[in-house]
């Protein structure tokens, strides 16, 4: 019997384009997921929010557990989706901050800031974001005090 694919939800604006395509053709590649591609779909200047949101939704409404979120900075998208109450988004520009995101935090976006990282840095912080499990421990209670 095959074993359920992952989904991962995913959105970018036209910062974050050829970045989010690159990161979605690496997770076909492993075939351990399913990917659902919120847009943007070219590199035309759009606004960010129509793309994060949708993604924040599936968060909060269970069709996936994690996502991925890109703009410029990161800030703006992940802004977005932490405003869904279910929703802990990490901006990450270096691997150690991805790692200690779903380490200490269970951060479940991962908002990547694809002016400010490399193709490579993005691709190992997916990496581990997918790949690192929540500590719990100490860290349980602090993230069960976030949501108001």
Request: aromatic residues 8%; contains cysteine; hydrophobic residues 40%.
């Amino acid at each position: 019997m095959a074993k359920l694919k992952e989904k991962i939800g995913i959105g970018s604006d036209h910062a974050g384009y050829k970045l989010k395509e690159l990161i979605k053709d690496r997770l076909v590649k492993d075939e351990l997921y399913d990917i659902i591609d919120f847009g943007t779909y070219s590199e035309d200047s759009v606004d960010y929010p129509d793309y994060a949101h949708p993604v924040g939704r599936g968060i909060e409404d269970g069709v996936f557990r994690r996502a991925i979120v890109i703009c410029g900075s990161g800030n703006g998208v992940n802004m977005t989706v932490n405003k869904y109450s279910s929703v802990r988004s990490a901006v990450c520009w270096r691997a150690k901050i991805a790692e200690l995101a779903r380490l200490h935090n269970d951060a479940n976006v991962l908002a990547l800031p694809a002016r400010f990282v490399s193709d490579e840095e993005a691709l190992e912080m997916t990496e581990i974001f997918l790949n690192t499990a929540f500590e719990g421990g100490r860290h349980k209670n602090r993230v069960d005090k976030i949501c108001l």
